[in-house]
């Protein structure tokens, strides 16, 4: 998984409560991305960041939130999860962030909001 | 949970036999594709990419062809083998733009 782990792997939660994923890379990239794949779309993006304290929303952004303050970690919040947020979340990295940069993901965090 | 293989379009083929799984990109400006693949419970694994400039490229055992004409991209599994069940996904990027766009996936079954 390109050095890449995501914790946790598996939570269950309630809707309202808030949640936060983390994502840490040891290869020092620069480029991080969130995330979510559901069935019937595919891989969506989220948020990313393109360096620490650098962060821009992608697709899907509403409801969720991003921080950085280090190279190796990225963390997702929902701040008030809602069941549309259950989903499986991946986090990737690329070196780059080039046009032609390959990006590397991680294990996964299945996210269950009740 | 739900499997990310369901609703999708799935390709079954028996092992040692060769593979072609197809993609039909979106945007003509799009300058690099990758193709992933991605096993239950796992996240997606790089497998080959190609860019725009190229219409051909080979890896072990797979090789990606690009048909910019048509907008299409395809990915050739030689000798399939049981290992090779996953769901198949192709990116795309263009331009300066860094972020993939990721199509919904086929999903291969390799019987033994």
């Known amino acids: 998984d390109a050095g890449i782990t995501q914790s946790p792997r598996h939570k269950v939660t309630e809707t309202g409560t808030p949640v936060t994923l983390r994502c840490h890379q040891t290869e020092n990239h620069r480029y991080m991305y969130w995330y979510r794949q559901d069935p019937g779309h595919g891989l969506r993006l989220i948020h990313y960041?393109?360096?620490?304290?650098?962060?821009d929303k992608g697709e899907v952004s509403d409801g969720y939130s991003v921080s950085r303050s280090k190279t190796e970690d990225f963390l997702l919040t929902l701040e008030s999860a809602t069941s549309s947020q259950t989903s499986v979340y991946f986090c990737a990295i690329s070196f780059q962030g080039t046009s032609t940069d390959t990006q590397y993901f991680g294990p996964g965090t299945r996210l269950t909001v009740l | 949970g739900e499997s990310v293989g369901l609703h999708l379009p799935t390709l079954s083929v028996q092992e040692g036999d060769n593979s072609i799984i197809n993609c039909a990109y979106s945007?003509?400006?799009?300058?690099?594709f990758i193709w992933y693949k991605q096993e239950s419970g796992k996240g997606p694994q790089f497998i080959i990419d190609?860019?725009?400039?190229?219409d051909k490229r080979q890896g072990q055992r797979v090789t990606v062809l690009l048909n910019k004409t048509v907008k299409h991209l395809s990915l050739q599994i030689a000798a399939t083998q049981p290992g090779d069940s996953a769901v198949y996904f192709c990116?795309?990027?263009?331009?300066?733009?860094?972020?993939?766009?990721f199509g919904k996936g086929t999903l291969l079954t390799v019987n033994p």
């Open positions: 190609i860019r725009s400039n190229m």
């Open positions: 960041s393109y360096g620490v304290k650098d962060t």
């Open positions: 990116a795309e990027s263009f331009g300066s733009n860094y972020k993939l766009t």
């Open positions: 945007n003509s400006a799009s300058d690099y």
